[in-house]
């Protein structure tokens, strides 16, 4: 009797589009997780935001007369910080897509996820949500930062007063966005777009 062979497959996965983008979430997650400049500008971003708001809460309300305190806004003082924050995200929002046309990496990239569009769309995820988190975050942490340390408690308010909550979480919307037109911006210039 002759031995009969039987060919065996291996199982396939299912195979689905919205598992292959995790896989390129995932990927862009890593290599944005593994580039120092990420922590340098995040922490720049954070540390300007949180700085700027104590040192105003020190310095600012020895200088104000009556009539001044009067029309005080603590809350726009205390996000001060965002004017140079603003700057080390949309420093980020430009690293995140030069890094890799810089050494040269966004060959692989395209090697192994030959749809540029599905790349492009992963790194605006990751940039969006780690920006998003930071900056509001960020915000909070000014503004709390700022009562805590105002050497004059009359001029304080509170998270509940009107407009406060809304403008911590605009602050951090608002570095989202400019982080977002770094990276449409360093985007557009890439000579490589004719790979996608």
Not at 35 to 56: E, H, I, K, P, Q
Not at 151 to 167: E, H
Request: hydrophobic share 50%; net charge positive.
């Amino acid at each position: 009797m002759r031995p009969t062979t039987q060919s065996i497959e291996a199982p396939q996965p299912p195979s689905s589009p919205l598992s292959g983008f995790v896989d390129v979430l995932r990927s862009e997650f890593c290599k944005f997780r593994t580039v120092r400049s990420t922590y340098w500008t995040l922490f720049a971003a954070v540390a300007f935001n949180v700085g700027l708001a104590a040192l105003a809460a020190v310095f600012v309300p020895g200088q104000l007369n009556a009539q001044e305190k009067t029309t005080f806004d603590s809350v726009r003082l205390s996000l001060g910080g965002i004017h140079l924050s603003q700057v080390a995200f949309g420093v980020l929002g430009v690293l995140v897509i030069t890094s890799e046309y810089g050494t040269g990496m966004i060959r692989a990239t395209l090697a192994a996820v030959p749809q540029r569009r599905r790349v492009l769309a992963a790194k605006v995820i990751v940039f969006t949500a780690t920006a998003l988190a930071v900056g509001i975050l960020s915000s909070f942490a000014a503004y709390f930062a700022f009562q805590a340390f105002l050497s004059d408690a009359s001029l304080g308010s509170s998270i509940g007063d009107p407009g406060v909550l809304r403008a911590a979480i605009g602050g951090g919307l608002y570095m989202t966005a400019l982080g977002l037109l770094g990276l449409a911006l360093a985007d557009g210039e890439n000579p490589l777009q004719r790979f996608g």
